[in-house]
C-alpha cells in the first residue's frame, strides 16, 4: 500500500482507542470534566455497566452556546493555552481530547447551559457527525448521555469484561473521585439503583468510611504531614488515612493514591506505602490505605499517559521518602502507645485492639484453659482444643462440636503412630514402625479440618452456628455487591448473611469451627476468596473459603498442647486422604526412618 494520510474519522477513532478504554474511562472523563467545571454535585448514571448508557449531571459552569459544537472539536479546550502551561496544570483535563474520542464511538447528546446565559443548548452525535444542535430550556450546569457505547468498533466491544467488572471499575473510578473531592457530592446510580453517595460535606473521614465500610475504616489511622522540597520553593503534603498494622489485605488494590486530585497509579509510591509497614505485616499481605499528596503543580508532569493515570515528579525520590517516613511514623507511634497502653484485643464495638494477623493465642488465656477455667462466654465452643481432643476422650466436653460424628470409620493412610512429645509448642514428635516422625501441628490440624468440612459440603451438611447477638458489618460497596451475588454459595459453607442496608449485612451464623472468633473479623477474612474465579480450572470460591475457614480454626504453632490432645491430632490424620500436605500444598510430617537415624549415627553395618 502507497502511503497516505489516514482520514479524520479514523484518526478519531485510533486516539479514542487511547483515551476510552472501557466505559469507566468514559465515566473518569466525564467526571473530571464536571469537576474542572466547579461541579459541587456531580450524578453519575450508569445501565448494563456502561454500554447501554452513561449519563453524567453536573451543577458546574456550563457550555456557552457558541462554544457547544466546538467541544466536540479534536485538541478542543479551554483550560490550556501554550505548551508551557503544560508545566503548570491546575486542572483535570487538558489534552482537550476525550468528548471528541467518546463521541467517535458512541451516540452522544449533551444538554447544557453556561451560567451567564439564558438559553441552554442541546446537541446530538451519532459516531462523532452531528445530527442537530437546538436551543433548549435548562438549568445551569451539564448532562450528557452516552447511548450504545463501541457500537461501531466491535472488537472493542467483544474485549470488555463481564458486566459485573465494569460495574466495579465505574464504582471504583467514582469512588475514587469522592475521595479525592470531598466537599463535592457524588451519586452512582447503576441499573436504576443508588449504589454510591457522597455527602459533599468536605470530610475526607466521611467519604473514607463510605468507600471502605465502617469495620475497616474503624481499623485507620489519620496521617498528615507537610515537608519542605529540597530544591524548589514548595512543599508537598501528605495526608489521609492507613491501615494498623492489624489490618491487611492480600493485594494492593485498596491502596489509593492521589496526587493534586487525580487518582493515580504509581507502582513506586505504592512500595513506599508498603515499605513503611515492613516487618510489621506478614509477607504477601498488603495494607490500606487513601492518601492524599498535594504538591506545587510545577513539580509534577501529569501529560505521561493518554488517560493521566500515570504522574512523574521531578524529584521521585523526595515524593518516595516523604510518603514512606509520614506512614512508617504513624504506623510505629501507634505501635508504640499500644504497647505501653496495651488495650489488648478490642471488642467490636471499639476495634481498637492491636491485632496481628494470625495471631498466636494469649499466654493467659490457655493457662486458664488448662487449669479448667473457662474463658469463652457460655454457649461458644471451645472447639480448637475440644475437637482434636474428642477421640481418645469420649466422655470430653459435651459441647464440642461433633466433627466426625456418626463418621464411618475411614481406612487408614499412615502407620499407626505413637505421640512422643512436642517440641517448640509447634511440632508434634511421634514414633512409628518405620522411624520418627515430625509433624507440625497447624498444618496438620489444618488438613484434619479441612477433609471433614469438604465431606460436610459435599454431603450438604456443614455445620453452621449462630453467633450470639447478631451483628452487622458495614462494607465498601463493590464489596457488598459481592457478597451479595455469593450469598447461597456462603450459606452453603455456613456463613448465614442477611443484607440489611445498603452495605451492611446481618451475620446470623457462621461455621461452627469458628464460633468462637470475632464474627465481622471472620467474614472480612473471606472476602477475596469470593472474588470471581479468575483462570478456569482454579478452585472456585467455597473451596477457597473452606481452606481459609480451616486455616483459622486450626491450632496454631505457639499453642501448648495435652497429650491427649496431641493423639487426637495424630488419630484423625493417620485417616486423611491426603495426610502428607495442609489445604495449601505444605508439608505436615517429617519423616526420619529407622535407617536414617542409624545412619547419622554411625550405627549402619556396625553389629
Ligand atoms: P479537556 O477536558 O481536556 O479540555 P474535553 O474534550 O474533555 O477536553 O472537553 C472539551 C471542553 O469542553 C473542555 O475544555 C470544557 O471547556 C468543555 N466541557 C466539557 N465538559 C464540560 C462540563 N461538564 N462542563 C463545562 N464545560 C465542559
Ligand atoms: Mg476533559
Given amino acids: 500500500m502507497a502511503i497516505e494520510i489516514l482520514a479524520e474519522p479514523v484518526i478519531a477513532k485510533i486516539a479514542a482507542g487511547e483515551v476510552v478504554e472501557r466505559p469507566a474511562s468514559v465515566v473518569k472523563e466525564l467526571v473530571e470534566n464536571a469537576l474542572d467545571a466547579g461541579a459541587r454535585t456531580i450524578q453519575v448514571e450508569v445501565q448494563d455497566g456502561g454500554r447501554r448508557l452513561i449519563r453524567i449531571s453536573d451543577d458546574g459552569s456550563g ?304 493457662i486458664q484453659r488448662e487449669l479448667g477455667l473457662e474463658l469463652d462466654s457460655p454457649g461458644q465452643y471451645p472447639l480448637q482444643r475440644a475437637a482434636p481432643a474428642r477421640q481418645p476422650e469420649p466422655e470430653a466436653d459435651p459441647t464440642a462440636i461433633p466433627v466426625g460424628a456418626g463418621r464411618p470409620q475411614k481406612p487408614r493412610t499412615l502407620p499407626m503412630l505413637r505421640v512422643i512429645g512436642q517440641v517448640g509448642a509447634a511440632y508434634i514428635v511421634a514414633e512409628g514402625p518405620a522411624g520418627l516422625y515430625l509433624i507440625d501441628q497447624h498444618a496438620a490440624h489444618e488438613r484434619i479440618m479441612y477433609e471433614q468440612f469438604m465431606a460436610d459440603y459435599a454431603r450438604q451438611g456443614v455445620i453452621s452456628q449462630r453467633t450470639l447477638e447478631a451483628q452487622t458489618i458495614d462494607l465498601a460497596p463493590d464489596e457488598a455487591r459481592l457478597v451479595e451475588m455469593r450469598l447461597d454459595a456462603l450459606a452453603a459453607v455456613g456463613f448465614i448473611l442477611e443484607t440489611f442496608g445498603a452495605n451492611t449485612f446481618l451475620i446470623r451464623a457462621l461455621p461452627a469451627l469458628l464460633a468462637d472468633q470475632d464474627p465481622a473479623e471472620v467474614v472480612m477474612s473471606i472476602l477475596p476468596d469470593l472474588e470471581a474465579d479468575k483462570t478456569p480450572g482454579q478452585v472456585n470460591a467455597e473451596a477457597r473459603i473452606i481452606m481459609r475457614v480451616c486455616k483459622r480454626a486450626a491450632v496454631k504453632a505457639g499453642q501448648i498442647l495435652s497429650l491427649a490432645e496431641m493423639q487426637g491430632i495424630i488419630h484423625q490424620l493417620e485417616r486423611c486422604d491426603a495426610p502428607h500436605t495442609c489445604p495449601h500444598g505444605r508439608p505436615t510430617m517429617l519423616h526420619i526412618s529407622g535407617d536414617q537415624l542409624a545412619r547419622e549415627f554411625g550405627r549402619l553395618g556396625a553389629e
Fill in 63 to 366: 457550555i456557552a452556546a457558541h462554544e457547544v459544537r466546538l467541544a466536540f472539536a479534536r485538541h478542543a479546550t479551554s483550560k490550556l493555552r501554550s505548551a508551557d502551561d503544560l508545566y503548570q496544570i491546575r486542572t483535570l483535563g487538558f489534552r482537550g481530547e476525550a468528548l471528541a474520542s467518546i463521541a467517535a464511538v458512541s451516540r452522544v447528546m449533551l444538554v447544557t447551559r453556561h451560567v451567564d446565559e439564558q438559553m441552554g443548548t442541546q446537541i446530538k452525535l451519532d459516531g462523532g457527525v452531528i445530527l442537530h444542535e437546538k436551543p433548549i430550556g435548562a438549568p445551569s450546569g451539564t448532562v450528557i448521555t452516552i447511548e450504545n457505547l463501541f457500537f461501531n468498533t466491535p472488537a472493542r466491544l467483544k474485549f470488555l469484561k463481564a458486566d459485573d467488572t465494569e460495574k466495579r471499575n465505574i464504582g471504583n473510578t467514582v469512588m475514587r473521585y469522592a475521595l479525592a473531592y470531598p466537599q463535592v457530592r457524588f451519586i452512582l446510580l447503576q441499573d436504576g439503583r443508588e449504589l454510591f453517595r457522597s455527602s459533599g460535606g468536605g470530610h475526607l473521614a466521611d467519604v473514607a468510611v463510605k468507600v471502605l465500610g465502617l469495620d475497616v475504616f474503624r481499623q485507620m489511622i489519620e496521617v498528615t504531614e507537610e515537608e519542605a522540597l529540597p530544591n524548589i520553593n514548595g512543599s508537598i503534603r501528605v495526608y489521609g488515612y492507613v491501615s494498623e498494622p492489624g489490618l491487611s489485605r492480600k493485594d494492593r488494590s485498596r491502596i489509593l493514591l492521589f496526587v493534586n486530585g487525580r487518582s493515580i497509579q504509581d507502582n513506586g509510591l505504592t512500595y513506599a506505602v508498603t515499605q513503611a509497614y515492613h516487618t510489621l505485616l506478614m509477607k504477601g499481605r498488603h495494607p490500606v490505605a487513601v492518601l492524599l499528596l498535594d504538591v506545587p503543580p510545577e513539580f509534577v508532569d501529569v501529560n505521561v499517559h493518554p488517560t493521566k493515570a500515570e504522574v512523574r515528579f521531578q524529584d521521585g525520590n523526595a515524593v518516595f521518602v516523604a510518603v514512606q517516613r509520614t506512614v512508617r511514623q504513624a504506623v510505629i507511634n501507634l505501635a508504640q502507645t499500644r504497647q505501653v497502653h496495651g488495650t489488648g484485643r478490642g471488642s467490636s464495638e471499639t476495634n481498637s485492639g492491636w491485632r496481628m494477623p494470625y495471631a498466636v493465642e494469649p499466654e493467659d488465656r490457655y
